[in-house]
């Protein structure tokens, strides 16, 4: 959470939702930091 919170999202909340949606959708019960790069793309 803390490291996407960190990210420059510059105003654009849907880019932010579409990453955690993928997240949800993509990973285990439990999201690594590893898996927030990968999918933020950042």
Do not use: H, P
Not at 1 to 13: E, F, K, P, S
Not at 15 to 42: C, Q
């Amino acid at each position: 959470m803390q490291y996407l919170q960190a990210l420059d999202w510059c105003g654009n909340i849907r880019e932010l939702r579409k990453v955690v949606e993928r997240l949800e959708i993509m990973t285990d019960d439990t999201i690594s930091i590893e898996d927030a790069k990968a999918f933020a793309g950042k």
